[in-house]
């Protein structure tokens, strides 16, 4: 990154992570934290509580947390989910760039959905967030001429293979405390990264605070508590795959992971809400973007057009079999969510739910399943009558 990206595009929207001041400047000394690589003969500095940050030698700013600087800092071997993450993904970061997500369809579900938002809203320029941005599959989806896209991750060398891939501005940080000023994104996106970080909730909120409100959020790729309820025998099944995968991992490339069977039991701890027993509560994550003024859409077992239609892998099928359950039944998938401002539908709210009916919601308090949006909107002229 240029140091000029770094003062001019960058520092206007990163707030203070301690007291959440937007009142930053750059001061000479480059804070002689030596376990953190090569660091800029500057760093950043809070006028508001005199919190410092450093730079890299490429102009990264660490914007940490206290729980991101012990993770950073901490070399011992006692993993916290956070220190989990940073150390896999800068060990894996190249090999997860060329062998993970490469599917086409999920690209074109994330296009498709980031579409939605920037139509519904008629926005064509701004500012993108990608949060857990990995080594930047996401921001190279969604490059657009338009759009200023900023990658945010906690692991280093993700961030260095994002910035090459995509061209985005990448910052070092903690989705649960977002180093950014209030609503400076148009569109904040995240890919199969919510489930790597323990507070969920706090990143929900996070996302609705930093996004516009006349913007809207992505999550996609993300497993629901339906899909991660496995049977008995599916789960003996899953916990037995480690010396079949490492076999495996010398014929199949994007098995690499399993190579090294202590950095796959150190990824289960990175993976902490995709595990048996774990993923996401869908209606509490409704509620989550409901509490932060976000109006939720989930769509479970989305195809690339969005539309709730089970494709299962065949380690799903096999999964949910030994379950004794159907994998083609859409709630056994994973999920997408598209988070819209709820103010922009004012009086009128409409609501998906996770089997992708919609409800509309009118002031009375009544509530009724209509079917597309347009239908939402006649049963609402209806309903005023
Ligand atoms: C499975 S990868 C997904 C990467 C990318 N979104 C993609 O689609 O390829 C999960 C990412 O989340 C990042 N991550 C984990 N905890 C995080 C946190 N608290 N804040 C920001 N990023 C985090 C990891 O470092 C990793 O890059
Ligand atoms: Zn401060």
Request: hydrophobic share 35%.
């Amino acid at each position: 990154m240029q140091y000029r990206e770094l003062r001019d595009t960058l520092l206007p929207i990163l707030q203070c992570t301690t007291c959440l001041s937007s009142k930053l400047t750059l001061v000479s000394g480059d804070l002689g934290i030596r376990a953190l690589d090569l660091l800029h003969n500057e760093h950043i500095v809070c006028i508001s509580c005199n919190a410092r940050y450093p730079i890299t030698e490429d102009f990264i700013p660490v914007m940490w947390t206290p729980f991101l600087r012990e993770a950073l800092l901490n070399q011992t071997d006692n993993f916290s989910n956070i220190r989990a993450n940073v150390v896999v993904y800068n060990s894996i970061s190249d090999d997860y760039q060329i062998y993970t997500r490469q599917h086409p369809s999920v690209a074109l579900r994330v296009r498709n959905a980031v579409k939605r938002i920037v139509d519904y809203e008629n926005i064509d320029r701004g500012y993108h967030l990608d949060f857990g941005c990995g080594p930047g599959h996401v921001l190279g989806w969604l490059t657009q001429p338009n759009f200023l896209q900023i990658g945010l991750d906690v692991s280093i060398n993700n961030l260095r293979n994002a910035h090459r891939n995509s061209g985005a501005l990448v910052v070092w940080g903690d989705a649960t405390n977002m180093p950014f000023s209030k609503e400076a994104f148009d569109v904040v996106t995240e890919s199969s990264a919510l489930h790597h970080i323990e507070d969920w909730k706090s990143v929900i909120s996070e996302s609705c605070r930093v996004c516009k409100k006349t913007g809207g959020v992505l999550i996609d790729s993300e497993p629901s508590s339906d899909q991660m309820a496995w049977g008995p025998l599916a789960i003996a099944v899953f916990n037995a795959r480690f010396p079949f995968y490492r076999i495996l991992s010398y014929i199949k490339r994007d098995k690499y992971l399993f190579r090294n069977i202590k950095q796959a039991k150190r990824n289960l701890q990175a993976e902490i809400d995709h595990q048996p027993g774990t993923g996401f509560p869908l209606e509490e994550l409704r509620s989550s973007f409901e509490g932060a003024g976000f109006a939720a859409d989930i769509i479970v077992s989305p195809d690339p057009e969005l539309r709730s239609v089970a494709a299962p892998d065949w380690k799903s099928i096999v999964l949910n079999v030994l379950s004794g359950r159907n994998p083609w039944n859409p709630r056994y998938g994973s999920f997408t969510v598209i988070a819209k401002p709820m103010q922009r539908t004012e009086n009128l709210t409409i609501r998906a739910d996770h089997l992708g009916r919609h409800y509309h919601v009118c002031p009375t308090g009544r509530t009724k399943v209509v079917g597309s949006d347009l239908e939402v909107s006649k049963a609402w002229s209806n309903d005023t009558k």
